[in-house]
Every structure is written in structure tokens, then in C-alpha cells.
């Protein structure tokens, strides 16, 4: 029974890392989800689904996996991108935030099982995504990247204000999907054994 638990695991966690992978490049597969030349992509969206569904430990588990597969040379990030390199690029600090953002979010959900619980965890994750990836972007132009001119902290902010409203309505998703699959899926039959945290 251990060894199914395992496996069952790895599978979603597995799932989750390709769901996150296809979500960095949703644009290139759906090219109209580019509005006003900024591309909708979900590499968020599912990186806090996994917190959700997967608990605080598998979901740190798999985002962390995924940040390092796509640092070893696999193409998983936004544009197929991937290698060292991008720990210099100014947005790799929002894949960096997805760990955190995996781990709060399941660490929610653990203590609370409403829906309003898991909205709410989701909605901070989101946040944990904006501050962490914002900042990293900001220090990053600072330090070693070639800056835009007239670039500052609240530039780097009013820059988050065109994808805030999708990734509100998303967290808001997220936290229902991931409920309704917690209830009617992931608590029955051989999944109910999974250390989840629910």
C-alpha cells in the first residue's frame, strides 16, 4: 500500500510539473491568449493548484522540481526557456516564488477544508508570487540586468497591474477547483490514502 502511495504520488506530482510547463507556454500552443501584447499564461495558476491539491510538501516537492529541471537544461520555462542563466533573468524570481507560493498555500488548506479557506490560500499564494517575483525583478535590473529608462520601484509594480486582474480571477478558480477536487476525487478510493494533507 506504501508503494502505490509512492507511485501515486510521483504521477501527480509529475502531472503537475508538465501542467506548469504547458502553463509557462499556453501562448505558443493558444496564440489569441496574447491580449494587448501580454501573453495569459498559467505557469501560476497551476504552481499554486499544486499547493492546493497536493498539500504543503509534495506541492514545495514538485515546484522545486520543476524550477530545477528547467535549470539543468530542460526547456519547461516561459518561451522554452531554460539553463543557469535564467537564475539572471529578472523574472526567474517569480518561478522561484512558486516553491513558497506551493508550500503556503497547502500549509492553508491543511489547517482549514472550506472553500473560503482554499480561495484564500490561493489568493495568498498569488501574493506571495507578486512580492517575491516583483522584487527579484526590481534588485535584479538594479544590479546586473540593463534597466529600461525611467525604470524605479513603482514601475516595477504599475508593471504587475495588467496581468493582477487574470491572476485574481485564477486564484479565485484555483481555490474552487482545487476544493471540489479535494471533496469528490482526492478524499475516495485509492487516493484517500495519499499523505496530501487533507
Known amino acids: 500500500m506504501q508503494r502505490k502511495g509512492k507511485t501515486l504520488e510521483l504521477t501527480l506530482a509529475s502531472m503537475f510539473i508538465v501542467l506548469i510547463a504547458v502553463g509557462a507556454n499556453i501562448t505558443t500552443i493558444v496564440p489569441f491568449l496574447v491580449v494587448g501584447g501580454v501573453p495569459i499564461t498559467l505557469q501560476t495558476f497551476f504552481a499554486v493548484l499544486a499547493g492546493l491539491v497536493l498539500g504543503s510538501r509534495l506541492g514545495a516537492i514538485t515546484t ?3 524550477a530545477f529541471i528547467g535549470l539543468v537544461g530542460i526547456p519547461v520555462f516561459a518561451q ?3 539553463g543557469l542563466g535564467m537564475v539572471f533573468k529578472p523574472t526567474f524570481g517569480f518561478i522561484l516564488s512558486f516553491i513558497l507560493a506551493a508550500y ?4 492553508i488548506v491543511e489547517k482549514r477544508k472550506s472553500v473560503a479557506s482554499f480561495i484564500t490560500a490561493s489568493l495568498v499564494a498569488t501574493a506571495i ?10 534588485f535584479s535590473y538594479k544590479i546586473w540586468a540593463e ?3 525611467g525604470f524605479s520601484y513603482g514601475v516595477a509594480w504599475l508593471w504587475m497591474l495588467a496581468p493582477l486582474p487574470k491572476d485574481i480571477i485564477l486564484a479565485v478558480f484555483a481555490g474552487v477547483m482545487a476544493h ?4 469528490s476525487v482526492l478524499s475516495k478510493g485509492q487516493f484517500k490514502h495519499l499523505n496530501l494533507g487533507a
Not at 508570487?129 to 526590481?138: E, K, R, S
Open 180 to 183: 471540489r477536487l479535494k471533496v
Open 104 to 107: 503556503a498555500a497547502g500549509k
Open 80 to 82: 522554452f526557456g531554460a
Open 64 to 66: 522545486s522540481t520543476y
Open 147 to 149: 534597466a529600461p529608462e
Open 129 to 138: 508570487n507578486y512580492v517575491i517575483g516583483t522584487n527579484w525583478m526590481y
